[in-house]
Protein backbone atom coordinates (compact mmCIF):
# COMPACT_ATOMS: atom_id res chain seq x y z
CA UNK A 1 0.00 0.00 0.00
CA UNK A 2 1.76 3.28 -1.00
CA UNK A 3 1.30 6.60 1.27
CA UNK A 4 -0.24 9.56 -0.38
CA UNK A 5 2.05 12.21 -0.92
CA UNK A 6 0.67 15.45 -0.75
CA UNK A 7 1.89 19.24 0.34
CA UNK A 8 2.23 18.62 4.07
CA UNK A 9 -0.52 19.19 7.21
CA UNK A 10 1.31 21.35 10.36
CA UNK A 11 -0.68 19.47 13.35
CA UNK A 12 -2.70 22.17 15.40
CA UNK A 13 -1.49 19.39 18.34
CA UNK A 14 1.96 20.76 19.30
CA UNK A 15 4.39 18.88 21.69
CA UNK A 16 3.31 20.65 24.54
CA UNK A 17 -0.31 19.44 24.09
CA UNK A 18 0.79 15.90 23.50
CA UNK A 19 3.12 15.90 26.90
CA UNK A 20 0.04 17.72 29.21
CA UNK A 21 -2.15 14.89 27.76
CA UNK A 22 0.24 12.31 29.12
CA UNK A 23 0.96 10.64 25.61
CA UNK A 24 4.77 10.56 26.04
CA UNK A 25 3.84 7.33 28.53
CA UNK A 26 4.59 4.33 26.86
CA UNK A 27 4.23 1.06 28.83
CA UNK A 28 7.01 -1.10 30.57
CA UNK A 29 10.62 -1.80 28.66
CA UNK A 30 10.05 -5.44 28.99
CA UNK A 31 7.08 -5.15 27.18
CA UNK A 32 8.67 -3.03 24.10
CA UNK A 33 7.49 -4.52 20.68
CA UNK A 34 11.21 -3.99 18.71
CA UNK A 35 9.46 -1.99 15.72
CA UNK A 36 9.55 1.05 18.31
CA UNK A 37 12.63 1.27 19.41
CA UNK A 38 13.12 4.27 17.45
CA UNK A 39 10.70 5.96 19.09
CA UNK A 40 11.66 5.47 22.24
CA UNK A 41 12.99 8.27 23.66
CA UNK A 42 14.73 7.17 27.09
CA UNK A 43 13.79 4.82 29.68
CA UNK A 44 12.93 6.03 33.02
CA UNK A 45 11.91 3.32 36.25
CA UNK A 46 11.76 0.92 33.64
CA UNK A 47 8.68 2.14 32.09
CA UNK A 48 9.91 3.78 28.32
CA UNK A 49 9.31 7.53 27.41
CA UNK A 50 7.77 7.93 23.89
CA UNK A 51 9.35 10.79 21.55
CA UNK A 52 7.14 13.33 20.81
CA UNK A 53 8.70 14.72 18.50
CA UNK A 54 8.70 11.69 16.08
CA UNK A 55 5.14 11.21 17.39
CA UNK A 56 3.79 14.65 16.04
CA UNK A 57 5.65 13.99 12.55
CA UNK A 58 3.63 10.85 12.61
CA UNK A 59 0.82 12.67 13.31
CA UNK A 60 1.80 15.46 10.47
CA UNK A 61 2.03 12.13 7.81
CA UNK A 62 -0.94 10.68 9.35
CA UNK A 63 -3.48 14.14 8.75
CA UNK A 64 -1.77 14.46 5.39
CA UNK A 65 -3.25 11.07 4.52
CA UNK A 66 -6.62 11.56 6.00
CA UNK A 67 -7.20 15.29 4.82
CA UNK A 68 -6.53 13.48 1.20
CA UNK A 69 -9.63 11.31 1.74
CA UNK A 70 -11.86 13.71 3.27
CA UNK A 71 -10.94 16.01 -0.22
CA UNK A 72 -12.12 12.82 -2.30
CA UNK A 73 -14.84 12.10 0.07
CA UNK A 74 -13.38 8.49 0.82
CA UNK A 75 -15.15 6.60 4.01
CA UNK A 76 -12.93 6.43 6.85
CA UNK A 77 -13.99 3.65 9.43
CA UNK A 78 -13.51 4.58 13.22
CA UNK A 79 -12.42 1.84 15.35
CA UNK A 80 -12.22 1.60 19.18
CA UNK A 81 -13.80 -0.64 21.37
CA UNK A 82 -11.48 -0.33 24.60
CA UNK A 83 -13.49 1.62 27.42
CA UNK A 84 -11.08 4.70 27.14
CA UNK A 85 -12.33 5.02 23.28
CA UNK A 86 -15.48 3.81 22.98
CA UNK A 87 -17.56 7.32 23.52
CA UNK A 88 -14.68 9.54 21.99
CA UNK A 89 -14.58 7.43 18.13
CA UNK A 90 -18.70 7.41 18.48
CA UNK A 91 -18.61 11.10 19.00
CA UNK A 92 -15.84 11.81 16.67
CA UNK A 93 -17.12 9.60 14.06
CA UNK A 94 -21.14 10.34 14.56
CA UNK A 95 -19.69 14.48 13.64
CA UNK A 96 -18.30 13.43 10.60
CA UNK A 97 -21.05 10.95 9.23
CA UNK A 98 -18.53 8.67 9.38
CA UNK A 99 -18.83 4.32 10.13
CA UNK A 100 -17.93 3.65 13.27
CA UNK A 101 -17.37 0.32 15.56
CA UNK A 102 -17.28 0.73 19.43
CA UNK A 103 -18.83 -2.52 20.69
CA UNK A 104 -16.64 -5.21 19.62
CA UNK A 105 -15.33 -5.83 16.33
CA UNK A 106 -17.31 -8.50 14.47
CA UNK A 107 -15.15 -11.00 12.37
CA UNK A 108 -15.39 -11.17 8.88
CA UNK A 109 -16.54 -6.94 8.98
CA UNK A 110 -14.02 -6.62 5.92
CA UNK A 111 -13.35 -9.73 4.95
CA UNK A 112 -16.74 -11.00 4.65
CA UNK A 113 -18.24 -7.71 3.91
CA UNK A 114 -20.95 -9.33 1.82
CA UNK A 115 -22.59 -11.21 4.88
CA UNK A 116 -22.06 -8.22 7.24
CA UNK A 117 -24.46 -5.90 4.49
CA UNK A 118 -26.97 -8.08 4.90
CA UNK A 119 -27.09 -7.68 8.43
CA UNK A 120 -26.46 -3.78 8.18
CA UNK A 121 -29.82 -3.70 5.66
CA UNK A 122 -31.58 -6.17 8.31
CA UNK A 123 -31.55 -3.70 11.04
CA UNK A 124 -31.87 -0.73 8.59
CA UNK A 125 -34.78 -2.41 7.21
CA UNK A 126 -36.47 -2.92 10.93
CA UNK A 127 -35.76 0.81 11.54
CA UNK A 128 -37.25 1.79 8.73
CA UNK A 129 -40.80 -0.29 9.24
CA UNK A 130 -40.89 0.52 12.96
CA UNK A 131 -40.37 4.56 12.41
CA UNK A 132 -43.18 4.02 9.50
CA UNK A 133 -45.74 1.68 11.79
CA UNK A 134 -44.75 -1.24 9.36
CA UNK A 135 -44.33 -3.62 11.89
CA UNK A 136 -47.98 -3.75 13.05
CA UNK A 137 -48.31 -6.32 10.27
CA UNK A 138 -46.75 -8.95 12.46
CA UNK A 139 -48.35 -10.41 15.66
CA UNK A 140 -47.13 -9.26 18.99
CA UNK A 141 -44.89 -12.41 19.57
CA UNK A 142 -43.18 -11.92 16.49
CA UNK A 143 -42.77 -8.18 17.02
CA UNK A 144 -41.16 -8.97 20.67
CA UNK A 145 -38.72 -11.71 18.55
CA UNK A 146 -37.79 -9.04 16.19
CA UNK A 147 -37.18 -6.52 18.90
CA UNK A 148 -34.64 -8.91 20.72
CA UNK A 149 -33.01 -9.84 17.51
CA UNK A 150 -32.40 -6.19 16.30
CA UNK A 151 -31.40 -5.24 20.07
CA UNK A 152 -28.27 -7.33 19.13
CA UNK A 153 -27.93 -6.19 16.06
CA UNK A 154 -28.02 -2.50 16.69
CA UNK A 155 -25.00 -3.17 19.39
CA UNK A 156 -23.22 -4.63 17.06
CA UNK A 157 -24.05 -2.50 13.56
CA UNK A 158 -25.54 0.26 14.76
CA UNK A 159 -22.42 2.56 13.57
CA UNK A 160 -22.16 0.63 10.49
CA UNK A 161 -25.95 1.58 9.35
CA UNK A 162 -25.12 3.34 5.79
CA UNK A 163 -21.52 1.56 4.82
CA UNK A 164 -22.53 0.33 1.54
CA UNK A 165 -19.28 -0.94 0.57
CA UNK A 166 -15.80 -1.63 1.81
CA UNK A 167 -14.01 1.53 3.86
CA UNK A 168 -11.60 3.34 1.97
CA UNK A 169 -9.32 3.41 5.50
CA UNK A 170 -9.54 2.51 8.67
CA UNK A 171 -8.43 4.68 12.19
CA UNK A 172 -8.14 2.32 14.70
CA UNK A 173 -7.44 3.18 18.46
CA UNK A 174 -4.67 0.23 19.57
CA UNK A 175 -4.13 -2.23 16.90
CA UNK A 176 -2.82 -4.28 19.76
CA UNK A 177 -6.62 -5.11 21.17
CA UNK A 178 -8.60 -4.97 17.28
CA UNK A 179 -5.97 -6.98 16.11
CA UNK A 180 -8.47 -8.76 13.90
CA UNK A 181 -9.36 -5.68 12.31
CA UNK A 182 -6.07 -4.48 11.87
CA UNK A 183 -5.39 -8.06 10.61
CA UNK A 184 -8.45 -7.91 7.78
CA UNK A 185 -7.57 -4.30 6.67
CA UNK A 186 -4.24 -5.84 5.85
CA UNK A 187 -5.44 -8.42 4.01
CA UNK A 188 -8.00 -6.42 2.21
CA UNK A 189 -5.44 -3.70 1.18
CA UNK A 190 -7.35 -1.40 3.06
CA UNK A 191 -4.92 1.52 4.37
CA UNK A 192 -4.31 2.17 8.61
CA UNK A 193 -3.88 4.83 10.59
CA UNK A 194 -3.49 3.72 14.04
CA UNK A 195 -2.75 4.85 17.99
CA UNK A 196 -0.36 2.82 18.93
CA UNK A 197 1.74 2.66 22.31
CA UNK A 198 5.10 0.67 22.65
CA UNK A 199 4.00 -2.70 23.12
CA UNK A 200 2.77 -2.99 18.75
CA UNK A 201 4.06 -4.00 16.00
CA UNK A 202 4.19 -1.16 13.53
CA UNK A 203 5.46 -2.68 10.77
CA UNK A 204 2.41 -3.61 8.77
CA UNK A 205 0.39 -0.10 9.78
CA UNK A 206 0.30 2.74 7.22
CA UNK A 207 0.27 5.63 9.30
CA UNK A 208 1.05 4.70 13.04
CA UNK A 209 0.92 7.56 15.71
CA UNK A 210 3.18 5.74 18.30
CA UNK A 211 1.56 7.11 21.95
CA UNK A 212 -0.18 6.39 24.92
CA UNK A 213 -3.32 4.94 23.39
CA UNK A 214 -4.74 3.96 26.75
CA UNK A 215 -5.34 7.49 27.98
CA UNK A 216 -8.93 9.06 27.42
CA UNK A 217 -7.09 12.42 27.11
CA UNK A 218 -4.42 11.31 24.78
CA UNK A 219 -7.17 9.55 22.64
CA UNK A 220 -9.50 12.50 22.62
CA UNK A 221 -6.51 14.99 21.40
CA UNK A 222 -5.67 13.06 18.53
CA UNK A 223 -8.77 11.75 17.53
CA UNK A 224 -10.29 14.82 17.27
CA UNK A 225 -7.10 16.15 15.39
CA UNK A 226 -7.51 13.72 12.76
CA UNK A 227 -11.46 14.33 12.44
CA UNK A 228 -10.56 17.96 11.78
CA UNK A 229 -7.72 16.90 8.83
CA UNK A 230 -10.70 15.19 7.09
CA UNK A 231 -12.78 18.06 7.12
CA UNK A 232 -9.95 20.17 6.21
CA UNK A 233 -9.97 18.42 3.49
CA UNK A 234 -13.79 18.34 2.72
CA UNK A 235 -13.25 22.18 2.67
CA UNK A 236 -10.35 21.85 0.49
CA UNK A 237 -9.96 21.91 -3.61
CA UNK A 238 -7.88 19.20 -5.18
CA UNK A 239 -5.87 20.69 -7.49
CA UNK A 240 -6.09 18.70 -11.27
CA UNK A 241 -2.17 19.15 -11.11
CA UNK A 242 -1.53 17.80 -7.65
CA UNK A 243 -0.02 13.62 -8.14
CA UNK A 244 -0.86 11.57 -5.58
CA UNK A 245 -0.87 7.60 -5.15
CA UNK A 246 -4.23 6.86 -5.55
CA UNK A 247 -6.52 5.48 -3.05
CA UNK A 248 -8.19 2.14 -3.11
Not at 86 to 115: C, D, H, Q
Not at 141 to 155: G, P
Not at 218 to 223: A, G, N, S, V, Y
Request: glycine share 4%.
Amino acid sequence: MQKVENKKVKSEVSVEDMFHAGAHYGYGKSRRHPSVSSRIYTTKNKTDIIDLEKTSTELDSAKEFVKTLGSRNKVLLFVGTKPEAKEVVKNVAEALNMPYVNERWIGGTLSNFIEIKKRISELENYRKEHKEGGLEKYTKKERMVMAKKMEKLSRYYSGLIGLKKLPDALYIVDPKTENIARTESFKSNIPVVALTNSDSNIKNIDYPIVCNDASILTIKLFTESISQAYKNGQMSIPSTTEKSAPIK
